[in-house]
């Protein structure tokens, strides 16, 4: 049930005790993809596990600002500090369990949100307020193995925007594609000895971007679509069957 769609009779008569929380971010994804594309992918991801999963779960609006100073130096960039997004995390996944929705899947799509998402699932499961536990796609599946071909994650590289390509391609600016990939990093950071010595994106990528985003269409989007959302569904299947007492 999309809980933002729905009256709140008929959030009342749902019999589920599952909820999803979607969580992404507003931050640059170079110039071909949208500032939205980790709360979108996150969004579709969701609905994709929903679907697999056999019986009913609640999909909750998202939150669209998370842990992201990292990428400051681009416009529209928003973030919020790791204490901020802890707190907000915290109450929505409170006002759920409230109405009974007290096993909570925070859905992740950005890689500044995981050790946030970790700490706040663990104090709010350990004070008894909610079950809740971090769900991020792209560290519950390997991406080239779901894809079946040889494509790596980056930044707004291959793996997300052929995810944008498969949810959302409207939102793709094609005629930018090389652009972004003439500009990109190869890899995320600035690496000595095991330390990364960039603290911001724009240290070592210039236009945002990490890989080619030109390397992944839409079909290998649908395929990464189809493994994170059948991840999600097991992971569902777990904690609905999960002894919380």
Not at 30 to 39: C, N, V, Y
Not at 65 to 79: D, I, K, N, Y
Not at 89 to 101: F, I, N, P, R
Request: glycine letters at 12%; zero cysteines; aromatic letters at 6%.
């Amino acid at each position: 049930m999309d809980l933002a769609a729905s009256t709140w009779t008929d959030a009342d008569a749902v019999e589920t005790d599952l909820a999803l929380l979607p969580v992404g971010s507003t931050e640059q994804h170079g110039p071909h993809a949208p500032l939205g594309t980790d709360t979108l992918l996150a969004e579709a991801v969701a609905e994709a596990g929903a679907g697999a999963y056999d019986g009913e779960v609640v999909v909750a609006p998202s939150l669209p600002v998370g842990v992201s100073e990292e990428h400051r130096a681009f416009a529209g960039t928003l973030w919020l500090s790791p204490e901020a997004f802890r707190a907000a995390v915290h109450d929505v996944v409170t006002s759920l369990a409230h109405h009974g929705y007290r096993r909570v899947v925070l859905v992740n799509g950005h890689g500044g949100n995981v050790d946030a998402l970790r700490e706040v699932a663990a104090r709010t499961t350990r004070d008894g307020d909610a079950y809740a536990v971090p769900f991020t796609w792209f560290q519950a599946v390997d991406v080239g193995e779901a894809a079946g071909t040889d494509i790596g994650m980056g930044h707004a590289g291959p793996a997300e925007t052929a995810l944008l390509r498969a949810s959302n391609p409207e939102l793709v600016r094609e005629d930018r594609a090389d652009e972004a990939a003439d500009g990109a990093a190869e890899r995320w950071g600035e690496w000595v000895s095991g330390v990364n010595l960039a603290y911001d994106t724009d240290e070592f990528a210039a236009n945002g971007v990490v890989g080619d985003p030109r390397e992944g269409d839409a079909e290998v989007g649908e395929r990464i679509l189809d493994a994170a959302g059948g991840s999600l569904a097991t992971l569902l299947e777990a904690i609905a069957e999960r002894d919380l007492d």
